[in-house]
């Protein structure tokens, strides 16, 4: 969360002259993901059935990731131990104790619920639209033709860049109407619950990595972050497609929670190994922009989301972002005479590179730091 990429691409220009994969009309209508309707016929569409070499595999070993326990403060020095090693190798672990009331938790379950459940048209109020983040999102048949991901979306953008914005609360009654005022008020707490966890994970990351712990989150304090909520519906044919296919998340950091439906799978070792749903817990993993701000020491790794026959599986993710006019650059205490891997870059430079340009997937921090060498995109 494989797919074929080059580490060497086109430039801007000549990439949006292409067509998309596998279009064989470039005015074929895009296929309208409507699960309600989808479900009712035997087979899938083509458009989302998978190469054999990337379709699913259900039965599959458990990846054993730490459990961070963030109520004690004694436990500091053994937690940023548990984080190196799990970040060095794959870049994923489990936060507990992490003092975001459960109450919080399942308001916003329980209104992801709400949204997914309206009829096609009241969500597509919402449309995102070609080049954005934020908005709803049925699979991705507005941008490709073929891999298709069986998940319909709603994203949105939290900015911790002024104290009491309320970005996500004006993004809801604006994009959806005054009905929405509760979900704005629920989503705009937990995107700030979410920035609050956040800072704390980026001192224990800062610690694991050598540094000041409050360099980190001095970094990411006025965070220009996205919320997702992604809904997978059940799929008569959950063998043949990919709720989300193989990819690693461009931003600096996620923070996942789970409903009850296992889905979650990484890629480690040169197998996929699933991650259970922990009511109790949060998912959390290094992203490309941290990879990069790590200088390759953390790893941003493979993962993807698969479905099933029997029922709908629910998550929500915040995606940690930096400020916009920050530069992505390792502190210099972590290069110590190590060669730069990476070049700078801001995050909006790698947002619009992931929305216009490519099709995320193992190989994104790479060829867009490709793309910048090229193109000698300045900051």
């Avoid at 990439?15 to 279009?23: A, F, V």
């Avoid at 597509?124 to 298709?148: D, I, N, V």
């Avoid at 006025?222 to 044919?237: A, F, T």
């Amino acid at each position: 969360m494989a797919i074929i990429c080059t580490t060497t691409i086109t430039s801007p220009a000549e990439k949006e002259q292409e067509p998309k994969q596998s279009l064989e009309n470039d005015e074929t209508p895009p296929i309208i993901f409507n699960p309600s309707l989808l479900n009712l016929q035997s087979q899938i569409p083509n458009q989302f059935i998978w190469p054999d070499e990337e379709k699913p595999t259900i039965d599959i070993p458990e990846l054993k990731v730490p459990f961070i326990d963030l109520s004690s403060q004694d436990s500091t020095l053994e937690a940023s131990r548990l984080i190196a090693e799990a970040c060095t190798k794959h870049g994923f672990f489990l936060v507990v104790n992490h003092g975001v009331s459960e109450s919080l938790i399942s308001d916003g379950h329980r209104f992801m619920e709400r949204f997914f459940d309206m009829p096609l048209a009241g969500k597509q109020r919402a449309q995102r639209q070609p080049g954005e983040s934020s908005g709803y999102a049925s699979s991705f048949t507005g941008r490709f033709s073929t891999k298709l991901p069986w998940k319909e979306t709603l994203s949105f953008r939290f900015s911790n860049e002024n104290n009491g914005s309320k970005t996500v609360q004006d993004y809801f009654s604006g994009t959806l109407g005054p009905e929405f005022e509760q979900f704005g008020n629920v989503y705009q707490e937990y995107c700030e619950a979410m920035s609050s966890l956040s800072l704390k994970i980026m001192e224990l990351l800062g610690l694991s990595l050598g540094i000041n712990r409050d360099y980190f989150r001095g970094f990411f304090e006025e965070n220009d972050s996205i919320m997702r909520l992604n809904h997978y519906p059940p799929c008569q044919s959950p063998d043949l497609t990919l709720g989300t296919g193989p990819h690693c998340d461009p931003s600096s950091l996620t923070i996942l929670h789970q409903d009850h439906v296992n889905g979650l799978q990484v890629f480690v070792d040169n197998q996929w190994r699933s991650i259970p749903p922990n009511p109790k817990a949060f998912v959390v993993n290094i992203g490309d922009t941290f990879m990069a701000l790590s200088n390759g020491i953390f790893k941003s790794c493979l993962h993807r989301a698969v479905v099933n026959r029997e029922s709908a599986r629910k998550s929500m993710a915040f995606f940690l972002c930096p400020k916009r006019d920050k530069v992505v650059r390792p502190p210099s205490d972590i290069l110590d005479n190590t060669p730069r891997r990476y070049p700078d870059f801001t995050w909006p430079m790698f947002l619009e590179f992931t929305q216009k340009h490519y099709r995320a997937d193992e190989k994104t921090l790479e060829s867009f730091s490709n793309w910048v060498i090229t193109n000698k995109n300045p900051i």
